[in-house]
């Protein structure tokens, strides 16, 4: 079973830093794309960051300049590095990869368990 494993949400005050990692658990992936998703309370499931293959980024107008997606070099991890956080930033992120599963020989799309961060005093 291939999944994701997310980590690192958690509370933090209002301007604090926190970082989100995701790793796929089984090398099946070729990944033409990763990123976060987050869902606030009541809200619909927004796009916060993605990067591509080629490492072409994009984000939501609400986190550029103080949210940053990265690969590290394990090929199978994202990491958002998220500062500056607001409260308004408080949601559980969701981890997500597409690709082409080599396992299954066609292209897919999987979606992390999700991980909650809270901005709160």
């Known amino acids: 079973q291939v999944q994701l494993v997310e980590s690192g949400g958690g509370l933090v005050q209002p301007g604090g830093s926190l970082g989100l990692s995701c790793v796929i658990s089984?090398?099946?992936?070729?990944?033409?794309?990763m990123g976060w998703y987050r869902q606030a309370p009541g809200k619909q499931r927004e796009l916060v960051a993605q990067?591509?293959?080629?490492?072409?980024?994009e984000y939501a107008d609400s986190v550029k300049g103080r949210f940053t997606i990265s690969r590290p070099s394990a090929i199978n991890t994202v990491h958002l590095q998220m500062s500056r956080l607001q409260p308004e930033d408080t949601a559980v992120y969701y981890c997500?990869?597409?690709?082409?599963?080599?396992?299954?020989?066609?292209?897919?799309?999987?979606w992390g368990q999700g991980t909650a961060v809270t901005v709160s005093q």
């Open positions: 089984r090398d099946v992936f070729t990944i033409y794309v």
């Open positions: 997500y990869v597409e690709g082409f599963r080599h396992d299954i020989y066609r292209d897919s799309k999987l």
């Open positions: 990067i591509t293959s080629d490492s072409k980024t």
